[in-house]
């Protein structure tokens, strides 16, 4: 009965846009993102290499209003990576699911508002070479208040009632501590049980809904969960649906999961999930990283993970998230930290970095774009993807002054956090440089170039406070 029932509303969830099936071909495949094939640490978009480089004002994109706007915004500035949670926790008319009645949903029947608003930030997005990276559950909505509003809610709908699924009407604890036997529908997991069948159907539904409008689009790639915590099956699972529904459109797409602890480094339980399968992690996202990690530990977590990760399966890395904000009890610090994690993600070897929303990150404010406009900057003067650490030739520096990448002999970028001077070990790098200063907080050039002599070990020093990166390049 299951099966049967998955295979009618996978025909009706594609069949609503059967119309739109030339949309994928091989001049949409060419514009696939997927890893770049000279080093597949980094992104390759519409056949060039591309560094992912984001922020934006909301997780659930395509419910914001203004989206047009917004992605105008981000666009001008030179960001290209935005995360787009399938929120299920915003107002009641702006479920995925239709109201029939009094507050109450059908979840047989689709909120075309809802979906309609995906298909244009699909859109938009496309048209502007930006990347969206989907999450297709969020363990917070069927949670605590969200769960109060929640269609999948019993009380709220008129597709089954609490004692035929086994649902509780109401799941006050933390999300993290992975009560909710909605993440157990799959058979073989903790908590699962028959009842959940009924709930499975609906979930296979909503899956297919999404992948009738994403498949058809080249900049997308598909994190399964947020911060989830629950046994790494249920990710898995919705991996090969998503893969098996992309490969029968003769498409290609990438996947991964956001694992809550993998901030815990060396003690983290489900990091090792992801370094050890590249199959079902295409790429990573280790954005947890970026949360109670502060100054230098941060840098070395962050270079730990990022060698994990590589190590068997080499792939792109990214952080969807990066907190900075609203000095939270999970660590997110301040808007200033946001900004330092920002740059040690770029300089460590990330493919992707965006900006965590407010309150918790720096979302899409002044620090944010001034950061995304002095990356490009510094992109102009050297790719991220020639460059790796080396923190070995920077000496006199304080914790948490200053931090290098480079390819030796011929480009350096030192990014200082707040001013500064290190001394740069060119001793092995003759020759004569040009550095040039770029201004984090105001993501500009400064207007005065040094010429620095190579063959020896010079000095460094930012020009004023706040944050700079220098960008050392060989003259020809």
């Not at 604890?173 to 073989?188: C, L």
């Not at 699972?237 to 809550?260: L, Q, Y």
């Not at 399966?313 to 952080?319: C, D, I, Q, V």
């Not at 610090?333 to 970095?353: C, K, M, P």
Request: hydrophobic share 35%; net charge neutral.
């Amino acid at each position: 009965m299951r099966f049967l029932i998955s295979f009618l509303v996978s025909v009706l969830s594609f069949g609503s846009i059967i119309g739109q099936e030339k949309l994928t071909s091989i001049e949409n495949q060419k514009g696939q993102l997927q890893p770049w094939s000279e080093n597949v640490r980094y992104w390759e978009y519409k056949g060039e290499p591309v560094l992912l480089l984001g922020g934006s004002k909301t997780d659930h994109l395509f419910l914001a209003d203004d989206l047009l706007e917004h992605l105008n915004e981000i666009k001008k500035v030179g960001g290209n990576f935005v995360r787009n949670t399938m929120s299920q926790r915003e107002g009641l008319d702006l479920k995925p699911y239709a109201l029939i009645k009094d507050s109450i949903f059908d979840l047989n029947q689709w909120n075309q508002d809802y979906w309609n608003r995906f298909e244009n930030m699909l859109k938009w997005t496309n048209e502007r070479d930006i990347i969206v990276q989907i999450e297709v559950w969020d363990r917070f909505d069927y949670s605590q208040q969200f769960w109060e509003i929640s269609p999948w809610n019993p009380r709220l709908n008129i597709n089954y009632d609490y004692k035929q699924v086994g649902f509780d009407e109401k799941y006050p604890r933390h999300p993290s501590q992975d009560v909710q036997p909605f993440f157990h529908s799959i058979p073989g997991m903790p908590k699962y049980n028959k009842k959940i069948d009924a709930i499975y159907e609906y979930q296979e539904a909503f899956v297919n809904k999404m992948l009738s409008y994403s498949l058809h689009y080249g900049n997308v790639l598909y994190c399964m969960n947020n911060e989830t915590m629950t046994d790494s099956k249920w990710g898995k699972h919705w991996i090969n649906f998503i893969k098996n529904k992309a490969k029968e459109k003769g498409v290609s797409v990438n996947t991964t999961d956001m694992f809550d602890d993998v901030h815990k480094g060396k003690t983290s339980i489900y990091a090792p999930i992801i370094f050890n399968d590249g199959e079902h992690y295409s790429f990573a996202d280790i954005s947890q990283v970026n949360s109670r990690n502060f100054d230098d530990t941060h840098w070395h977590e962050l270079q730990w993970l990022l060698e994990q990760v590589n190590k068997k399966n080499p792939r792109p890395s990214n952080h969807t998230k990066i907190y900075g904000s609203g000095f939270s009890s999970f660590g997110s610090g301040s808007q200033e930290d946001g900004v330092e994690r920002f740059w040690r993600n770029i300089l460590a070897g990330s493919a992707g970095v965006r900006f965590h929303r407010p309150f918790a990150g720096n979302g899409f404010n002044d620090r944010a774009k001034a950061s995304i406009k002095a990356g490009r900057l510094l992109e102009s003067q050297m790719k991220l993807w020639e460059l790796k650490p080396h923190m070995e030739l920077l000496s006199n520096r304080l914790p948490n002054e200053a931090y290098l990448a480079a390819k030796p002999g011929e480009k350096y970028a030192v990014y200082f956090t707040n001013s500064g001077s290190v001394d740069l070990d060119l001793s092995k790098a003759q020759g004569n440089f040009t550095l040039k200063w770029i201004s984090i907080s105001e993501g500009t050039f400064y207007k005065k170039e040094e010429k620095i002599e190579g063959g020896k070990i010079v000095n460094i020093k930012a020009p004023f406070k706040g944050g700079w990166v220098a960008a050392l390049t060989k003259n020809n």
